[in-house]
């Protein structure tokens, strides 16, 4: 396999993924742990770099705060429905609430052993990673899919989960955003991703000289791949340990 790239830190804008990513999936997102060097080589990176690293997650800003606590981080949260450029800045409402209706539809769709809502607010994520195979019926989600469009709302197929969120938000869109404020703009985006959801930021790294590297998987757009987190955070602790 190629070796992962070597980016010249003063050049780069680094965003990177969480679970899956930087953090090995757990059964439920509470879960997760962190390695202790992570949130340390994650500060020395963004030291190196002048500031120009983002987190870019399918968790909350409030969520991915608590996870790297006392250490904030600019990011996009719940899939760049949240877009936090500066990390001290105040996390505001700055989405639309689901519609009540819309909500029950969707909640309704857990019906098994095993499936469980995750509230984030500004998105519903139905966890089932942990239910039957087939659990998840397709002609209910489509049901639930016509009822989020009309409602502005789309549903997002990730990895055993199935998440309700406001329609045209991306991760994409979100890495997009970066790009135009300081400090990433002028940079060359660099993005870390596992997931299906994280495809739309792959997409745009075209279009922008991006570097692309995925995580336990190959993607369209990601030229570099890394073999699982443990490999990944290596490589980053590598980068910061450079002279
Ligand atoms: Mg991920």
Redesign the pocket.
């Known amino acids: 396999m190629r070796p992962l790239p070597a980016p010249d830190l003063t050049q780069t804008a680094f965003f990177l ?5 930087l953090l090995d999936i757990a059964p439920t997102p509470d879960s997760i742990t962190i390695p202790p060097s992570l949130t340390d080589d994650l500060l020395a990176l963004r030291a190196r770099c002048a500031g120009a690293l983002a987190l870019v997650s ?1 968790r909350t800003l409030e969520n991915i705060d608590g996870l790297f606590a006392p250490a904030r981080f600019a990011a996009a949260g719940a899939h760049g429905a949240q877009v936090r450029p500066d990390p001290d800045a105040v996390i505001g409402h700055m989405h639309r609430p689901i519609p009540f209706e819309l909500r029950s539809l969707f909640t309704a769709l857990v019906d098994q052993p095993g499936m469980f809502i995750e509230d984030k607010e500004v998105t519903l994520a139905l966890h089932y990673r942990l239910a039957a195979e087939g659990a998840l019926a397709p002609a209910r989600v489509a049901a639930v899919e016509e009822a989020a469009a009309r409602a502005g709302f789309s549903l997002l197929h990730g990895k055993k989960v199935l998440e309700l969120k406001p329609a045209g938000t991306d991760k994409g869109a979100a890495l997009r955003t970066f790009m135009t404020l300081l400090p990433f703009k002028g940079r060359r985006p660099l993005f870390a ?3 299906v959801t ?1 495809g739309y930021a792959f997409a745009t790294l075209k279009d922008l000289d991006g570097i692309g590297i995925a995580v336990g998987r190959s993607f369209p757009g990601a030229a570099y791949e890394a073999s699982n987190p443990s490999q990944l955070r290596g490589w980053l602790h590598n980068l910061v340990s450079a002279p």
Not at 17 to 21: A, E, L, S
């Open positions: 993924d969480i679970d899956g990513t399918g991703g596992d997931d994280d």
